[in-house]
């Protein structure tokens, strides 16, 4: 007969097992999401010239075994600085894996840090929680120190800088408000009004991109594309979402928008699988 310690032990193993599974697929289903403007999609690779659907799928998948040990890892525990380093320590070796994967293009810097909060958050809480609880407790590890982050200089520290804007740290410490307050609701808001599944995902992806400051889209477009991103979402929401046919039209204008201007909203598409994620893991709320 199993003991208590190897019951847990068996236990924590299932649930990273299926947090990893299913923060991969979630990777996997944004990529395949079309169409999405500007970025990388089963049309394409939209405003890129280093990235295709293979090579993001390559990289969703490389990135199983890191979901896998942040949840194992994150098992039960409490949000303190011991876990932030652990789990800083994860992600950079996930980072190193994608790069592995990818002969080096950065395909899901920014999922990396958003999916690896949100599966460690997940797992620390164990029992199924509602969304709102997991992104609190992923924001409870972003605003701890990681004092053994090495000190580089990224563009989206740059962009945050200069555009005075909030960028992912700021958007993970903040409990994810792109994903708790717009995308889910705008995701289950869109199935109930009766739109397909890939309608009400790329609904969920233009609430993002409303007002995300985009930190992908500022280093390639400034303020100009990001400008433009926020002004065509809104236009496809007003217009009643992607599922009607001046709304289709409206997310056609915004692609051809992103590729004349060269901006790729990543940050947003990062945001849309952690919400995806989270839609699959979490009990629903309201
Ligand atoms: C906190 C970190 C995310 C580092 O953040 P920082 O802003 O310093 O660094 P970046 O390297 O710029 O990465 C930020 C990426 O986050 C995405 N993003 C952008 N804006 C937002 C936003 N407002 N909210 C949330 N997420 C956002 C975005 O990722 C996507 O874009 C990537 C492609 O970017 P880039 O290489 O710039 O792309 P190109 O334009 O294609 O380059 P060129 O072709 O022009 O050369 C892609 O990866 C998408 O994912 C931003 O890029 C975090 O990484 C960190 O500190 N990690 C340390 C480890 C850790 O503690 N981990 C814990 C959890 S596991
Ligand atoms: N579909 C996509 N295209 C370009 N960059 C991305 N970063 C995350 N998902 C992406």
């Given at each position: 007969m199993a003991t208590q310690p190897q019951r847990s032990a068996e236990r924590a193993e299932k649930l990273a097992l299926r947090l990893a599974e299913r923060a991969s697929g979630a990777l996997i289903d944004e990529a395949r999401?079309?169409?999405?403007?500007?970025l990388v999609d089963g049309r394409g690779s939209g405003a890129h010239h280093d990235l295709t659907l293979a090579l993001m799928e390559r990289s969703a998948r490389a990135l199983q075994p890191t979901f896998y040990a942040l949840a194992l890892n994150s098992w039960?525990?409490?949000?303190?600085i011991a876990l932030r380093q652990q789990v800083g320590q994860l992600g950079r070796e996930g980072e190193a894996r994608m790069m592995a994967a990818t002969q080096?293009?950065?395909?899901h810097r920014g999922a990396i840090w958003a999916l690896g909060l949100l599966v460690s958050a997940a797992a620390m809480l164990d029992?199924?929680?509602t969304a709102q609880a997991v992104c609190q407790t992923a924001a409870a590890l972003a605003r701890l120190p990681d004092d053994r982050a090495p000190r580089t200089f990224s563009k989206g520290l740059r962009a945050t800088q200069r555009y005075h804007v909030p960028g992912a740290r700021e958007e993970a410490q903040q409990a994810f408000p792109h994903i708790a307050q717009l995308a889910l609701p705008q995701l289950r808001r869109s199935r109930a009004a009766g739109a397909s599944e890939a309608q009400a995902r790329l609904d969920a992806l233009m609430a993002i991109m409303t007002s995300l400051s985009d930190t992908c889209v500022l280093s390639r477009a400034g303020l100009a594309g990001l400008e433009a991103m926020r002004q065509g979402a809104r236009q496809v929401l007003s217009a009643g979402?992607?599922?009607t046919p001046e709304g289709e039209q409206a997310l056609a204008r915004l692609d051809a928008d992103m590729l004349r201007l060269n901006a790729s909203p990543g940050g947003a598409a990062d945001l849309l699988a952690a919400t995806l994620f989270l839609d699959g893991i979490c009990l629903p709320t309201d």
């Amino acid at each position: 007969m199993a003991t208590q310690p190897q019951r847990s032990a068996e236990r924590a193993e299932k649930l990273a097992l299926r947090l990893a599974e299913r923060a991969s697929g979630a990777l996997i289903d944004e990529a395949r999401l079309t169409p999405k403007p500007g970025l990388v999609d089963g049309r394409g690779s939209g405003a890129h010239h280093d990235l295709t659907l293979a090579l993001m799928e390559r990289s969703a998948r490389a990135l199983q075994p890191t979901f896998y040990a942040l949840a194992l890892n994150s098992w039960r525990r409490p949000a303190d600085i011991a876990l932030r380093q652990q789990v800083g320590q994860l992600g950079r070796e996930g980072e190193a894996r994608m790069m592995a994967a990818t002969q080096g293009v950065n395909t899901h810097r920014g999922a990396i840090w958003a999916l690896g909060l949100l599966v460690s958050a997940a797992a620390m809480l164990d029992d199924e929680s509602t969304a709102q609880a997991v992104c609190q407790t992923a924001a409870a590890l972003a605003r701890l120190p990681d004092d053994r982050a090495p000190r580089t200089f990224s563009k989206g520290l740059r962009a945050t800088q200069r555009y005075h804007v909030p960028g992912a740290r700021e958007e993970a410490q903040q409990a994810f408000p792109h994903i708790a307050q717009l995308a889910l609701p705008q995701l289950r808001r869109s199935r109930a009004a009766g739109a397909s599944e890939a309608q009400a995902r790329l609904d969920a992806l233009m609430a993002i991109m409303t007002s995300l400051s985009d930190t992908c889209v500022l280093s390639r477009a400034g303020l100009a594309g990001l400008e433009a991103m926020r002004q065509g979402a809104r236009q496809v929401l007003s217009a009643g979402g992607c599922g009607t046919p001046e709304g289709e039209q409206a997310l056609a204008r915004l692609d051809a928008d992103m590729l004349r201007l060269n901006a790729s909203p990543g940050g947003a598409a990062d945001l849309l699988a952690a919400t995806l994620f989270l839609d699959g893991i979490c009990l629903p709320t309201d």
